[in-house]
């Protein structure tokens, strides 16, 4: 589904090379854990994959296209970069679900499915309750879990997910991973996921494939 031919970015000040050229694919049914040191380029990798930096070289396809300039918001549709620190909009978490149908983008499609937003919730243990709870009361649990299935029910094919559980306590962190795992047994033979993690323990239960990063290099192959 994605790949990716000697994906290369430079720190546009200093010249300093941030990702070493990387060559990668990603196809339906993968589970990938990416583990590495801090600065190691983990992050770089999963935002030039998402397209949201300028690359330096190479290129990134879906389903063996390029991706043009133009069809770049309908790719972010199917590959859903999430962030550390989910970014939430004043209002309830329901207003929050609703936010991704007003895009452009989004318009023309179907528009927001309470039930299956609260099908989504159940698997993070949370009710359709969850939905009238203000956004600026949230933990940062429940921010992260709010942040996902506004991702989610939408319906993106493969998420780079960065670090989602690393601010968590263990409890949260335990249920993000259970929202996760839901989301991919839906439909396991068309969804995949590139996960950064720093918890060698988190990476054995989220990853098929162990994929490491060291100083800007990226290794596909299995761990040993």
């Known amino acids: ?14 010249g300093i090379t ?11 049914g993968d589970r990938i854990a990416l583990t590495g040191p801090s600065g190691a380029g983990k992050s770089v990798l999963l935002r ?19 991706i043009s300039p133009r069809a770049v918001p309908a790719y972010r549709c199917h590959v859903a970069y999430v962030r ?3 970014a ?12 991704p149908y007003h895009l452009r983008v989004r318009r023309h499609g179907k ?13 993070a243990e949370r009710d359709a309750t969850f939905l009238d709870k203000n956004a600026a ?6 921010a992260q879990i709010a942040a ?17 559980t690393a601010a968590l306590d263990p409890a949260s962190a335990r249920a993000i991973e259970a929202l996760l795992q839901h989301w991919f047994a839906q439909a396991p033979d068309r969804h995949a996921w590139m996960w950064v993690t720093h918890d060698p323990a988190q990476a054995a239960r989220i990853g098929r494939q162990h994929w490491k990063m060291v100083a800007g290099k990226l290794d596909t192959e299995p761990a040993r």
Do not use: K, Y
Not at 2 to 14: E, I, N, V
Not at 111 to 123: P, S, T
Not at 137 to 142: R, V
């Open 84 to 86: 550390q620190r989910p």
């Open 48 to 66: 030039a994959l998402a397209l949201l930096d300028p690359l330096d070289d190479g290129q990134v396809t879906w389903h063996g296209q390029v």
């Open 137 to 142: 009361d949230l933990s940062g649990g429940e």
């Open 1 to 14: 589904m994605l790949a990716a031919t000697c994906l290369q970015r430079r720190d546009a000040r200093t």
């Open 111 to 123: 528009g927001f499915d309470r039930d299956a937003a609260i099908a989504l919730l159940a698997g």
């Open 148 to 164: 996902l299935v506004r991702t989610l029910q939408t319906g993106p094919t493969v998420l780079l997910l960065d670090e989602p």
């Open 88 to 99: 939430l909009l004043p209002g309830t978490v329901g207003d929050n679900l609703h936010m």
């Open 18 to 28: 941030l990702l070493e050229p990387a060559t990668l694919s990603v196809q339906a």
